[in-house]
């Protein structure tokens, strides 16, 4: 900020006009050193009250939508500026209130008999200030600020002190705009110079996320789906076995006549994502050793910066437990048919668990803020991401758990411990069903938090097949139970039509 002795001094009107283009091109100056408008707009009230003289107390409020904001004021009581600042814009709001308002010069020459002010009179009592003069600063009709003089006596302004007032609220229009464009160019300046680090740096964490999400990931690149990377979980899934490099075909040569290469290559030639479920698959883990295993996946293509596809995104997850299960139930359905056990439940339980659904994930930022929702969770909620970033995500929760739900994730924010609970997810069209949810940390190099991820897996089935199962297995036993007595029953009477075949012998 200026020192007085930089100040324009109390000069004859005959003499303010080239004072006061001093004071301009100052402020012009301060702007391109790189001064705050803060700093620019309190010199500008000095320099204006040094012209003005007389006691002249100088103002400057910035508009903020339908307020007015302390933008400088250097002269006037500290209380008094912070009592007015945020304002509303109104006719009957003051002289820079209705300034703003009308677009037009308003004059008070007499706070004590000016409607206008009847809200702020003990404001403007309690400071000792009784005039007030009100210049709006517009730009195309839209207003930007206000440039007011405040004096502690009544009185009115001559013409040389409204071409003061006036020519100063130019002056306060240019430094606004001017700031306005600086500060633009400055930002436009800034992201130019770290958008290529911004690029990279969102390439590495989608690396991360990948390396670290719970479900199993790979990126696939080109026609021949060379792997380019491969998470644990992925790794795990299909065997610790040479990958990266590799096409598919050579790193899976077993998979050959399973569907899966030509399901690969329609996805790369169409564009069109693909969604597997249920699949099976049979894998080679070592020479003439096979596992057979069931998975849910997506075929996702991916495209580079001129939207031409250059690869393959694969989201795998492993069903194998969930379709022997279904199987082991059918079987002892068919054995146990004999006991006839509610039909109807029986079959919905069944059909339940035959529909088998792809995980939903997301990410968050350390906070909670979540910032991303992979498409089955729109396709399962039904929602948008206006509706669900942030905390939106509450909406879906069945009310009466939504608070063991909170607590349970704050805890793992606070914490940074990993997150795992059971509970409900409403459907899109209303229906809740359950989900077990594990949320992992993503950290740094240090060991900070820099985002979580979360993963939903529909476990509904799964805890209706547990159900059934032990349904089932009671109703053997009990079945068993009868047979062993009926055994007993029959070989006791053996026994007696014996006994009394010998008697009569």
């Known amino acids: 900020m200026q020192s007085s002795e930089s100040m324009p001094t109390t000069r004859s009107r005959s003499e303010s006009g080239s004072d006061l283009l001093d004071v301009e091109k100052h402020m012009l100056t301060m702007l391109a050193q790189g001064d705050s408008l803060r700093l620019v707009l309190e010199f500008f009230c000095r320099g204006v009250e040094a012209l003005a003289g007389s006691g002249a107390l100088a103002s400057v409020l910035l508009a903020d939508g339908d307020r007015l904001r302390h933008g400088a004021a250097p002269s006037l009581p500290a209380a ?54 009100a210049v709006p600063v517009l730009a195309e009709a839209r207003i930007l600020a206000t440039v007011a003089l405040y004096y ?35 930002v436009l300046l800034a992201r130019a110079e770290r958008s290529q680090h911004q690029a990279e740096a969102e390439r590495e964490a989608l690396r991360a ?36 490099g ?45 596992r057979d295993i069931f998975v849910n996946f997506v075929y996702q293509p991916t495209r580079d910066a001129a939207g031409t596809i250059d690869g393959i995104a694969v989201y795998a997850h492993e069903v194998t437990e969930f379709v022997e299960s279904r199987k082991a139930i059918a079987q002892a359905l068919e054995r146990e048919q004999e006991q006839r056990l509610a039909a109807e439940s029986a079959q919905a339980l069944f059909r339940a668990l035959f529909d088998s659904m792809p995980q939903l994930g997301w990410t968050a930022r350390p906070d909670g803020f979540i910032e991303f929702y992979n498409a089955g969770w729109y396709e399962y909620t039904g929602t948008t991401f206006e509706e669900m970033q942030g905390w939106g995500w509450r909406t879906v929760h069945d009310p009466d ?45 240090s060991g900070q938090v820099v985002r979580w991820v979360g993963v939903n897996t529909d476990i509904e089935d799964v805890r209706a097949a547990r159900a059934l199962s032990d349904a089932v297995a009671e109703q053997s036993r009990e079945a068993q139970r009868v047979l062993l007595q009926m055994r007993s029953e029959k070989e006791a009477a053996e026994r007696q039509l014996a006994a009394l075949l010998r008697g009569k012998d």
């Open 80 to 133: 008094f500026n912070e009592a007015i600042n945020g304002i509303a814009i109104g006719p009957s709001v003051g002289s820079c209130g209705a300034a703003a308002f009308t677009g037009q010069t308003v004059i008070t020459e007499d706070i004590h008999h000016d409607a206008r002010w009847a809200p702020f009179l003990e404001l403007a009592t309690a400071h000792g200030l009784r005039a007030c003069w």
């Open 401 to 445: 758990l939504l608070d063991a739900v909170i607590a349970r994730w704050q805890h793992s924010l606070d914490t940074g411990t990993p997150f795992e609970m059971e509970f409900p997810l409403r459907r899109h069209d209303g229906v809740f069903r359950m989900f077990l949810t594990r949320i992992n940390p993503l950290r740094d190099t």
């Open 152 to 186: 502690r006596e009544a009185r009115a302004p001559s013409a040389d002190d409204l071409r003061l007032v006036e020519r100063g609220a130019l002056m306060v229009r240019a430094a606004i705009e001017r700031h306005a464009a600086d500060t633009e160019r400055a």
């Open 209 to 244: 996320f990948i390396r670290n999400a719970p479900g199993a990931l790979c990126l696939l690149r080109g026609p021949t789906h060379i792997f380019e990377f491969a998470n644990p979980a992925y790794m795990r899934l299909v065997g610790d076995r040479p990958q990266l």
């Open 246 to 290: 590799l096409a598919a075909r050579e790193a899976f040569p077993e998979l050959a006549g399973q569907g899966f290469f030509e399901l690969l290559d329609g996805v790369y030639a169409s564009g069109e994502a693909f969604i597997g479920t249920e699949l099976p698959a049979k894998l080679q883990d070592a020479p003439g050793v096979y």
